[in-house]
């Protein structure tokens, strides 16, 4: 097959910047509180194509234990300053721990220092509408003139709404750095086909934009001129959080959620059990299900949780695979039939499982990803 040339970014980049590393990678999101997870992913990350973004405050000892493990793909840290406050113009990153204010170079040079392959911003949660707070960050991060950073803009979901969007595009314009976008919402931050739609416009508008934190917008973002992007390896890292909202809507142990690879989606597992209550549910053959079926995931338990997340990670990590196995021309179409083959898997699982008409409709990206020309 021929392939097209990719095109570059709009933003000016050395054929040896560090960033290349990161050239179309799905990175997994995921938390740093405890060792287990990250560790168990690890054996399911592609390291041709995949890599991790580490959350929270202990991100940097699990990023230590990786590489002493062996694990030499890409790893990036999240320090997460976005879920405890609000960006203002004068100040839009944490700088350090609250009592000492440190530079924001020093900030990303303790990032490489650890072991990241890339720094990323500290930036805190930029709330919709706030142009001063936004260009805040591109601009602090520009001065810095580095090649190896990017500037992490934590946004809430209303910036793809109108008349944000328009700001935020003339923004990036502007100031023309190597930056990641992550979207805050309550919810799925792209719940709706106008979402959907402009984030990818956005991507197609500024070759080399990345996504983080999401779901398999993560895909469609790479197949429309995304640097790299990232996927939360639970539902807690597949979107940002709104700091200003009551903390207690994120607490609670719940049961998993599981990814239906026919479906391209997550479902909570025990809407799964209710649904194949009087039915026996579809087997999984991967190395983690071993056929086991995949309504099985009920209890709110750490073991059930890395199970559901090492599943995804084997399915999505696939997928990946033959992301990289089309040639570039033609990934916008094996996209776009992977997407309408998603979506056909809907009316599939109806019309086996009567009971499975619940799991409709289907996320409204998807609909749009299914839909759109390729």
Known sequence: MGGRKRPGPWW??????????????VLTHVGG???????ILSTQVSPEHGGFVLAGEHARTRLAELREEGFEAPILLDTGGYEKGVASFDAPFEYGDGLHRVPLAELLD??????????????????????GALVSALSATARLDRDDTVCLLPLHFGWLRPPHYATLRQALWDIRIP???????????????????????????????SVLRTDLAAFDALVHGAGFASLGATSAHRHAWI???????RMGRRPPHVYLPELFTWKDGRSLAVVFANAAAPP?????????????????SDRMAHEAAAHAQFHLTGLLGEFHYVEPAYRAAWWHNR?????????????????ASSLSPAPSALRFWAASSP
């Open 179 to 209: 930056t990641a976008l992550m979207l805050g919402a309550v919810r799925d931050p792209l719940d709706s086909w106008g979402a959907a739609r402009r984030l990818r416009a956005l991507v197609e508008s500024f070759p080399g934009l």
């Open 12 to 25: 000016a980049q050395a054929a040896d910047a560090p960033l290349h590393a990161l050239d179309g990678r």
């Open 243 to 249: 700091p200003v909202l009551a903390g207690d809507r």
């Open 284 to 300: 999984c053959s991967c190395p983690v299900c071993q056929g086991r079926r995949l309504d099985r995931f009920t209890a709110s």
């Open 339 to 355: 997407c309408r083959d998603s979506l056909a898997g809907y009316r599939r699982w109806s019309s086996r499982w009567r009971s």
């Open 33 to 39: 509180r405890k060792r287990a997870l990250p560790h």
């Open 110 to 131: 303790a990032q490489l220092d650890a072991g990241a392959t890339v720094a990323l911003t500290p930036t805190l949660f930029v709330g919709a509408g706030d142009l």
